[in-house]
C-alpha cells in the first residue's frame, strides 16, 4: 500500500525557515518522481518542487534560491527546506508521487504577518 505522510509544518515568523519531511512507503524514488506542492485558501494547489527518479531537480520561479527538495533513499523520505518565508506562504503542503494517486494529508505552515 502507497503511502506518504507530511511532517514538520507549524508557525513560523517572516523571515524564518522550516524543513518539512515527506515519509513514504510502498513508493519507490526510483520509480516515482516526487513533488511538493502548497495549497491556499479557495486556490488550486500549485507545484513548488519536483525532484525526478535521477535527481534532476526543478522549482517553481517563487521557490529558487529559497527552498531546498531533497531526498534520502535509505530513509524513503523526501524533504523540503524553505528558508526567507512571508506571510503570502502561509499555506498546507502536500507531497505526491506522479504517476500514483497519492497524495499525503498535508502539513500546514502559518506565516503571519
Known amino acids: 500500500q502507497m503511502q506518504l505522510v507530511e511532517s514538520g509544518g507549524g508557525l513560523v515568523q517572516p523571515g524564518g525557515s522550516l524543513r518539512l519531511s515527506c515519509a513514504a512507503s510502498?513508493?519507490?524514488?526510483?520509480?516515482?518522481?516526487m513533488t511538493w506542492y502548497r495549497q491556499t485558501p479557495g486556490k488550486q494547489r500549485e507545484l513548488v518542487a519536483f525532484?525526478?527518479?535521477?535527481?534532476?531537480?526543478r522549482y517553481r520561479d517563487t521557490a529558487k534560491g529559497r527552498f531546498a527538495i531533497s531526498r534520502d533513499i535509505a530513509k524513503n523520505t523526501m524533504y523540503l527546506q524553505m528558508s526567507n518565508l512571508s506571510p503570502e506562504e502561509t499555506a498546507v503542503f502536500f507531497c505526491?508521487?506522479?504517476?500514483?494517486?497519492?497524495w499525503g494529508q498535508g502539513t500546514q505552515i502559518a506565516v503571519p504577518s
Open positions: 505526491h508521487a506522479i504517476g500514483s494517486e497519492c
Open positions: 510502498g513508493i519507490s524514488f526510483s520509480q516515482y518522481p
Open positions: 525532484i525526478g527518479t535521477g535527481g534532476t531537480i
